[in-house]
Nanobody, 119 residues
Framework: QVQVVESGGGWVQPGGSLRLSCAAS????????MAWYRQAPGKQRDLVAR???????NYADSVKGRFAISRDNAKNTVYLQMNSLKPEDTAVYYC?????????????WGQGTQVTVSS
């Protein structure tokens, strides 16, 4: 029932910017945590940034100072503003959301959106 849809990916030159959006639908309650992960070719999927329902954030060391995660709880949408992009940021970016309902935790993933940083 819950659907997670990312958008905003594409190609950008080094030093450029992109903003990713992730809309989560199908829940009457806000998600406790929303996050962005990324997976580069031949690499594992790693956490990029996470934001709690209260607005607390965590970032991977590689993106600190360049990326900013935010959320709109009314819209169940999370954003990732990416500035000063580097070629090593090239990856498929995935949205992840978590919620607690009744007695269980539930986790959902988006399909991913490609970000390519090159000259």
């Amino acid at each position: 029932q819950v659907q997670v849809v990312e958008s905003g990916g594409g190609w950008v030159q080094p030093g450029g910017s992109l903003r990713l959006s992730c809309a989560a639908s199908g829940s009457a309650f806000s998600f406790e945590a929303m996050a962005w992960y990324r997976q580069a070719p031949g690499k594992q999927r790693d956490l990029v940034a996470r934001i709690s329902s209260g607005g607390s954030t965590n970032y991977a060391d590689s993106v600190k100072g360049r990326f900013a995660i935010s959320r709109d709880n009314a819209k169940n949408t999370v954003y990732l503003q990416m500035n000063s992009l580097k070629p090593e940021d090239t990856a498929v970016y995935y949205c992840n959301v978590k919620r607690f309902w009744l007695t269980s935790w539930y986790e959902y993933w988006g399909q991913g959106t490609q970000v390519t940083v090159s000259s």
